[in-house]
C-alpha cells in the first residue's frame, strides 16, 4: 500500500499512456527485413556441386574463421574415401566409439591396455624457446615436436597453440596436410610395445627361447630400453 | 419434361435456391406494390393515430442497427489501442489502418459452426445471448444522444436504465444454467454475483444525482448541466462519479473486473458451450455495454451533449436554400467543379512535375475537404443536435478510449477482492456520498 492510495494505478496508466505514444518496435516481416546479427554464421552445412560431388576441400578456412573455434572436421568412410564431418567435435563424436574407428580402419584405442601416458612438455618448450615461439616457424616446429615424441599428441598441439598464439584449428589443419605428421604413434612399435608390457613372463620365454636357439637376432623383436 | 430436369440437376445450390427464389420475390414486390397502392391511405391513416408506437418501433430499430458498427469500432479501439500500448501496431492489413479487421472478426463468428451440444436445453440456450444482447440495446434507448436525439425520453429514465441494465444477469444465468455444464454453471452463478454485487453501488452513487437534480428524467438532468463546463455534476458528485466509474466498470465485465469471462483463467466462465454467433452475442454485448456505460457517465456527470462552454457570441444563420432559387442549382452543379479546378491550379502552375489530371486529382480531394469543413462548421453552427452529437461522442469516446487504456494496465482483481471491495468499501462509501449530498441540500434550503 502506498502512501496515497491508486498512486500504483495511475503510475501504471502513465506507463501505458507514454508506451501508447512512442515508437512501436514492430517488423513488418514480409515488406521489411533486418540485417542478420553480425555473429549470426547460419547453420554448418556442406554443399555439394551438381555431380554430387561434396565441394568441400577441407581447406580449413572455415575453421580457421571459427570465432569460437566450434568448426572441426576429419575422417575417413568405410571405403578409405577421406570422408568430411563438420560442426563442433562433440556433434560427431561418434566417429570415436570403436565400431566406427573399425569401421574407419583406425586403430581402436583399448582402456585396458593403453594406460594414460602424460606427455612430457619440456622438451616441446625447449622446442619453442627455439623457434621464439613464433607460428611462422609451424611446420618446422610440428616436425621437431614429432621428432622428439614420435608423433604429435594432442597436449602438444595445445600446449604450441597457447604458446604460439595461433589458433588450434589452424595448427590441426597444417599439421593434417602433410603426410609425414600424424597424431598417432606409429602402430607397429607402440603395439608390440605395449603387448609386451602387459605380458611380464614374455621376456623369460624369450630368454629361453634365445638360450635354446643361442640367438637374438629374430625380426620384429622391438628394441628394449 | 428431360430438358427441364437436365436443366434443373445442371443448376447449382445457390442456383437452385436463386431460381425458387426470384419467383417469390417478383410476387412480393408486386403484391406490396399493390398493397401500397389499393390500401396506401388508411395505413399511412393507421401509422399516424399510431405515432407514438411507430416512434417507438423506428427508435428500437435504429438503436438496434446503430449497436453493430458501435461494437466493431469499438473492438477495433480495443485490438488497436491495446497494440500501440504494448509498442506493436496492431491491426493494419484490412482496410485504411487495420480498421476493418473487427468486421471482418464478426463475418468469422458469423460463419463459424453454431453448435448445440447434447444435453443443453435448447430454448433456453438459443435466448440467452439475445437476452444479454437486448438488455444492452434496451438500456441504450433512453441515452439522449444530443438535444432531442433520443430513442425514448421519459420522466424514469434513469429508473429504466438500471431495471433493464440488470436483466443482462438473466441472460447470464440462463447461459450458465442451460449449458449442461458444472463450469458453465459455477461461471454463470460467479458472473451474476459479480453483476448484482456491484449493482447496489452503482445505483445507490446516482442516487445523490437525482436529489440534486430533483428528476430522474435523463433529459432534464443533461439540460441542468448546461452552460460551462462547471455545471457539470462530476464537480458536485466527485465521489458519486469515482463510484459510478468502478462500479460501471464491473458491471460491464471490464478490466480489471473482467472474472465473468477472465479469457486467460478461466474456461470462458458461462460461455464456455458457446460458438459461432451465438458466442459472438455475448461480446458483442460487452462492447455495447462499454459504450453504454460510458454514455451514461458522460450523460449523467459530464454535461451529455451540451459543450463545455457556452457558444461565445450569438449566431444567426438565417441561411435558406429555397430562396435561392436557380442559384442553388447553379451552386450544385457548378461549384464542386469551380472548387476542384480553383484547388487545382497553384498544384499545376507550381511544378511541371504534376501532371494536369495529378492535379485534379489532387483539387477534387482538397475542394472535398473543403466543402465537408464548410458543411460540418454550418451544421455545428446552425444546428444545435449536430454539435451536441459531436460532444457527445467525443466525450463517450473518450471514455471508452479510458476503458481501452485500463484493459492494458490494469491486472484483474481476485474474486475475493472483488467482493470484499463492493461490499466492504463501495457500498459504504455509495452510502456516505447519499448522506452527504442530502445533509448538503437541507443545509443549503435551510441557508436561502
Redesign the interface.
Known amino acids: 500500500m502506498s502512501l496515497i492510495p491508486g498512486l500504483g494505478?495511475a503510475k501504471?496508466?502513465a506507463?501505458?499512456?507514454r508506451?501508447?505514444f512512442?515508437p512501436?518496435?514492430?517488423i513488418?516481416y514480409p515488406e521489411e527485413r533486418i540485417d542478420v546479427p553480425p555473429k549470426f554464421r547460419g547453420r554448418l552445412q556442406l554443399l555439394y556441386d551438381e555431380w554430387g560431388t561434396l565441394k568441400c576441400e577441407t581447406c580449413f578456412q572455415c575453421a580457421q574463421a571459427c570465432p569460437i573455434e566450434c568448426i572441426d572436421m576429419g575422417g575417413i568412410d568405410t571405403r578409405g574415401r577421406y570422408h568430411v564431418h563438420w560442426g563442433a567435435a562433440e556433434t560427431y563424436g561418434e566417429r570415436r566409439e570403436e565400431s566406427a574407428l573399425r569401421r574407419s580402419g583406425r586403430p581402436v584405442p583399448d582402456p585396458a591396455f593403453r594406460p594414460f601416458q602424460p606427455v612430457d612438455l619440456g622438451e616441446l618448450d625447449r622446442i619453442l624457446e627455439d623457434h621464439d615461439h613464433d607460428p611462422a616457424d609451424m611446420l618446422q616446429i610440428l616436425e621437431e615436436t614429432q621428432a622428439a615424441y614420435g608423433y604429435l599428441p594432442v597436449a602438444a598441439l595445445k600446449r604450441i597453440s597457447h604458446e604460439t598464439g595461433a589458433w588450434y584449428a589452424m595448427i590441426y589443419g597444417t599439421a593434417s596436410y602433410y603426410a609425414h605428421l600424424r597424431f598417432e604413434p606409429a602402430a607397429s612399435t607402440e603395439q608390440a610395445q605395449e603387448v609386451a608390457d602387459h605380458r611380464p613372463l614374455e621376456a623369460t620365454y624369450l630368454a629361453a627361447l634365445d638360450a635354446a636357439l643361442g640367438g637374438s637376432d629374430r625380426p620384429g623383436t622391438p628394441a628394449r630400453a | 419434361m428431360t430438358v427441364i430436369s437436365r436443366g434443373w440437376d445442371r443448376l447449382t445450390l445457390p442456383g437452385k435456391v436463386l431460381f425458387l427464389l426470384i419467383p417469390l420475390l417478383i410476387v412480393a414486390t408486386v403484391g406490396l406494390v399493390a398493397v401500397i397502392v389499393l390500401l396506401g391511405q388508411p395505413i399511412l391513416d393507421t401509422l399516424a393515430a399510431n405515432l407514438p408506437i411507430v416512434r417507438f418501433v423506428l427508435a428500437v430499430t435504429i438503436v438496434l442497427l446503430m449497436t453493430i458498427p458501435t461494437a466493431f469500432l469499438i473492438i477495433y479501439m480495443e485490438m488497436k489501442?491495446i497494440a500501440?500500448?504494448?509498442?506493436?501496431?496492431g491491426p493494419d492489413r484490412v482496410g485504411p489502418f487495420g480498421s476493418l479487421l473487427s468486421v471482418v472478426h464478426g463475418l468469422k463468428v458469423l460463419m463459424k459452426e453454431d453448435f448445440t451440444p447434447t444435453g443443453v436445453d435448447p430454448i433456453v440456450f438459443t435466448w440467452a445471448p439475445v437476452v444479454v444482447y437486448l438488455a444492452s440495446v434496451m438500456a441504450l434507448l433512453v441515452v439522449p444522444f444530443s438535444n432531442g436525439i433520443v430513442g425514448q425520453a421519459f420522466n424514469l429514465g434513469l429508473l429504466y436504465f438500471f431495471a433493464i441494465s440488470g436483466l443482462s444477469v438473466v441472460g447470464l444465468l440462463m447461459a450458465g444454467w442451460s449449458s449442461y455444464n458444472k463450469y458453465s454453471l459455477l461461471g454463470g452463478l460467479r458472473s451474476a454475483a459479480q453483476v448484482v454485487s456491484y449493482e447496489i453501488p452503482l445505483t445507490l452513487s446516482v442516487v445523490g444525482l437525482i436529489l440534486l437534480a430533483g428528476t430522474m428524467n435523463i433529459d432534464t438532468i443533461v439540460r441542468n448541466q448546461a452552460g460551462w463546463f462547471t455545471d457539470w455534476y462530476v464537480f458536485q458528485q466527485p465521489l458519486g462519479v469515482l463510484i459510478f466509474f468502478i462500479a460501471a466498470t464491473a458491471e460491464a465485465n471490464r478490466t480489471p473486473f473482467d472474472l465473468t469471462e477472465a479469457d486467460s483463467e478461466i474456461v470462458a466462465g458461462f460461455a464456455t458451450e458457446y460458438s459461432g454467433m451465438r458466442f459472438g452475442f455475448f461480446f458483442f454485448a460487452e462492447y455495447v455495454n462499454v459504450f453504454i456505460i460510458s454514455a451514461l457517465l458522460v450523460t449523467l456527470f459530464f454535461g451529455g451533449w451540451n459543450a463545455p462552454f457556452p457558444w461565445p457570441w450569438p449566431v444567426e444563420l438565417s441561411l435558406d436554400p429555397g430562396s435561392m432559387g436557380i442559384g442553388l442549382l447553379l451552386l450544385i452543379g457548378l461549384g464542386p467543379v469551380v472548387l476542384t479546378l480553383l484547388f487545382a491550379t497553384p498544384f499545376w502552375l507550381a511544378s511541371s512535375r504534376i501532371k494536369a489530371w495529378q492535379a485534379l486529382i489532387i483539387g477534387f480531394v482538397l475542394a472535398n475537404l473543403f466543402i465537408v469543413t464548410l458543411v460540418g462548421a454550418w451544421a455545428y453552427v446552425g444546428l444545435d443536435w449536430v454539435a451536441g452529437i459531436l460532444w457527445f461522442m467525443f466525450k463517450t469516446y473518450g471514455f471508452v478510449f479510458t476503458f481501452v487504456?485500463?484493459r492494458?494496465?490494469?491486472p484483474r482483481v481476485r474474486i475475493d477482492q472483488l467482493m470484499d471491495f463492493a461490499w466492504k468499501w463501495l457500498l459504504p462509501a455509495s452510502l456516505l456520498n447519499l448522506f452527504i449530498t442530502a445533509a448538503a441540500l437541507v443545509v443549503v434550503k435551510g441557508l436561502r
Open positions: 494505478l501504471g496508466m506507463l501505458t499512456l508506451r501508447f512512442e512501436k518496435v514492430t513488418m | 489501442i500501440l500500448m504494448n509498442l506493436r501496431i487504456w485500463m492494458g494496465t490494469l
